[in-house]
């Protein structure tokens, strides 16, 4: 395989994380994909700015939150984001303590 053709697949394979977690799956809430996968939405944004700037692309917070989410971010949150519950939150404390 080349360099090319993989890049292109995992290119795909990105695109096709984020259609999932935009349409097919938008009630998965972050705290759960953190405590279950240690990674989640604002993950992905962060890893995509990052390597945007390591191109020298200069890409806005609010830019690169909309090519993950969808659409603006205050809008998904609007939509889909939910209160998190003591449970996801006990979770989500002992899994950070985990990774220290």
């Given at each position: 395989?080349?360099?090319?053709?993989?890049?292109?697949?995992?290119?795909?394979?990105?695109?096709?994380?984020?259609?999932?977690?935009?349409?097919?799956?938008?009630?998965?809430?972050?705290?759960?994909?953190?405590?279950?996968?240690?990674?989640c939405r604002?993950?992905?944004?962060?890893?995509?700015?990052?390597?945007?700037?390591?191109?020298?692309?200069?890409?806005t917070r609010?830019?690169?939150?909309?090519?993950?989410?969808?659409?603006?971010?205050?809008?998904?949150?609007?939509?889909?984001?939910?209160?998190?519950?003591?449970?996801?939150?006990a979770a989500?404390?002992?899994?950070?303590?985990?990774?220290?």
């Amino acid at each position: 395989m080349t360099d090319a053709t993989r890049t292109e697949i995992e290119a795909a394979a990105f695109r096709r994380l984020l259609q999932h977690l935009m349409q097919d799956r938008p009630e998965v809430q972050n705290i759960d994909l953190m405590n279950l996968a240690g990674f989640c939405r604002n993950c992905l944004w962060r890893w995509y700015q990052e390597a945007a700037a390591e191109r020298g692309l200069d890409l806005t917070r609010d830019a690169v939150r909309e090519i993950v989410y969808g659409m603006p971010y205050a809008d998904w949150q609007a939509r889909h984001q939910g209160e998190a519950t003591s449970e996801q939150k006990a979770a989500f404390d002992k899994a950070i303590k985990a990774h220290e």
